[in-house]
């Protein structure tokens, strides 16, 4: 599986982005597909996921500002970001975990000025 994330720049707070995950295979048999982060000197850390049948959980810091959707159409899933805080900042990188199996994309950078 692999995968390839898009949508990374720079905005300043308050402001919006949309990343996406485009996915080599059919995201249908994927039991979940998430977004985590990662700031400089601190851990990953999981955003969102979301489930082969659409539930979703969140992060405390991102609940009503963040929304995780996936579109098995296009083998893709998105992280729409609203109201950002200079705190998202971070490199996000899009997670499949299939089976016993977890894949893993090259990330896109998320940088919010204040």
């Known amino acids: 599986v692999q995968l390839q994330a898009s949508g990374g720049g720079l905005v300043q707070a308050g402001g919006s982005l949309r990343l996406s995950c485009e996915v080599s295979e059919s995201i249908r048999a994927i039991n979940y597909m998430a977004w985590y982060r990662q700031a400089p000197g601190s851990q990953n850390e999981l955003v969102a996921r979301i489930n082969i049948i659409g539930s979703t959980e969140y992060a405390d810091s991102v609940k009503d500002r963040f929304t995780i959707s996936r579109d098995n159409a296009k083998n893709t899933v998105y992280l729409q970001m609203n109201s950002l805080k200079p705190e998202d900042s971070g490199v996000y990188y899009c997670?499949?975990?299939?089976?016993?199996?977890?894949?893993w994309g090259p990330g896109t950078q998320v940088t919010v000025s204040s």
């Open positions: 997670n499949a975990h299939r089976s016993l199996a977890d894949f």
